[in-house]
């Protein structure tokens, strides 16, 4: 079981930043590729980024590339989502999530076994 807890969400304007993080505990933090995904009002939850359980690879949503960077740092069982060039269109719920490491990344929110609570993203125009 890992538990998983998202902070830094807030309001911010269009054209700022904001860094996620994602907190680990229960199991090996090391074990886990990590994704991170997000749920607006009335829309399905989306893939926004993944990273390797070594952090030295990773995957980006079409629509966040080049504005949004994931990492991780092991030593601190976290996960980081740095969010700059926000749009009004990134304003959702953003959620972290576990995927065991010997099944490899993934994008798809059923692949990952293990989500935290969640964490709102609010950016106006």
């Known amino acids: 079981q890992v538990e998983l807890v998202e902070s830094g969400g807030g309001v911010v304007q269009a054209g700022g930043s904001l860094r996620l993080s994602c907190a680990a505990s229960g199991r090996t933090f090391s074990n886990y590729n990590m994704g991170w995904f997000r749920q607006a009002p009335g829309k399905e939850r989306e893939f926004v980024a993944a990273v390797s359980w070594d952090g030295e690879s990773t995957m980006y949503a079409d629509s966040v590339k080049g504005r949004f960077t994931v990492s991780r740092d092991n030593a601190k069982n976290t996960l980081y989502l740095q969010m700059s060039s926000l749009k009004p269109e990134d304003m959702a719920v953003y959620y972290c999530?576990?995927?065991?490491?010997?099944?490899?990344?993934?994008?798809?929110?059923?692949?990952?076994?293990?989500w935290g609570q969640g964490t709102q993203v609010t950016v106006s125009s």
């Open positions: 999530a576990a995927r065991a490491r010997v099944f490899g990344q993934s994008m798809a929110v059923l692949a990952y076994n293990y």
